[in-house]
């Protein structure tokens, strides 16, 4: 919901920062790998109760991972490069609620469970979409210009990234915020669906 208000504040900058890594030939790959890697390091900080570290790498894996995308149009976009960013994103998405539930199974182990479920059928709503705009065609650049359909709705990257920074600065709170979150990404799944049925029914 709030991703195309927060890429207007942001793209100018990362767009800046992309050229310059571009002209230092780093590759938008690389960045992409980089910041999944950085992701994986919050999640063990995360996991061992270190919530403050965990959120500083998570802030800055999401930095990478805005970075990858302006690095590429200021080299070369390719299907493999987008390909390889859905994925790390959701590999990401998944660590982050699972180092919660690591750090304390007992209290957090319900409710983690239940965002990584949400997550799975969120995910599965957006890329199956994806899938069918393609097979007929489809285009939008709601988003700014991606490598995939991209549809938008209520749970999207820049409310996942609040409530992971909400998670580390409130970790007592990680089960209610977590099954709040799940329910938001349950109705954007559900809300995908419905516009499924309107657009290939």
């Known amino acids: 919901m709030l991703d195309g208000w927060a ?10 920062i992309g050229r310059s890594l571009a002209r230092l030939g780093i590759g938008a ?7 999944f890697l950085l992701g994986i390091a919050a999640f063990i900080a995360i996991a061992s109760g270190s919530y403050w570290l965990g959120l500083a790498l ?24 987008g390909y390889l960013d859905i994925v790390l994103d959701f590999a990401f ?19 983690g469970a239940v965002l990584i479920l949400s997550f ?7 890329l199956a979409y994806s899938v069918m705009a393609e097979r007929r065609g489809l285009t939008t650049e ?22 992971f920074v909400a998670f580390c600065l409130l970790p007592a709170w990680f089960p209610v915020l977590a099954l709040v979150f ?4 349950f109705y954007t799944a559900l809300s995908r669906i419905v ?7």
């Open 120 to 126: 799975y059928v969120n995910g599965a709503s957006f």
């Open 93 to 111: 998405y998944g660590l982050v609620p699972l180092g919660f539930v690591l750090a304390d199974p007992a209290v957090n182990g319900l409710a």
């Open 58 to 81: 998570i802030l800055i894996s999401r930095l990478g991972d805005g970075l990858d995308g302006a690095v590429a149009r200021h080299t070369r976009k390719t299907d493999f490069g």
């Open 182 to 185: 799940a329910g938001l990404c």
């Open 7 to 16: 890429r207007t504040r942001i793209d100018p900058a990362l767009d800046r």
């Open 29 to 35: 790959d690389a960045v992409t790998v980089l910041a």
């Open 195 to 201: 516009i499924a049925k309107k657009t290939f029914g």
């Open 142 to 163: 709601a988003r700014g210009e991606k490598s995939i359909f991209f549809t938008t709705g209520l749970a999207e990257a820049t409310e996942t990234i609040a409530f």
